[in-house]
């Protein structure tokens, strides 16, 4: 079983940076692609970034394009979302995510990903 350990979410004015981390624990010298997803309250959960299992084939939501960044440690299962010029609208619960088993289309789909974590909330204050 693999875990997910989300950390760095807070609470920030508009216009300011947070960096969130996710970290996976699972099958010895298994490196997974992973993602990053979002849910307001009362909203649908939202793709936000995806990254590949060595670092290539990043992909963003239209809502973040330009302002969040996602990155990985190289052959680690760290991934990091480094988010700038943070909106009102930005906040969320924020969910990291990772394929195993799933396919490599379709990564903006949250059921494309087999493992979740539990969550980090940003609250982005106007």
Known sequence: ????VESGGGLVQAGGSLRLSCTASGRPGTTYAMGWFRQGQ???REFVAHIGWNGGNTLYGDSVK???????ENGKNTVYL?????KPED???????AIEYGPSTNLHRPNVYDYWGQGTQVTVSS
Do not use: D, K
Not at 1 to 4: D, E, I, K, P, S
Not at 66 to 72: L, N, Q
Not at 91 to 97: F, N
């Open 1 to 4: 079983q693999v875990q997910l």
């Open 82 to 86: 480094q988010m700038n010029s943070l």
């Open 91 to 97: 906040t969320a619960v924020y969910y990291c995510a």
């Open 42 to 44: 009362g909203l649908e």
């Open 66 to 72: 330009g302002r969040f960044t996602i990155s990985r």
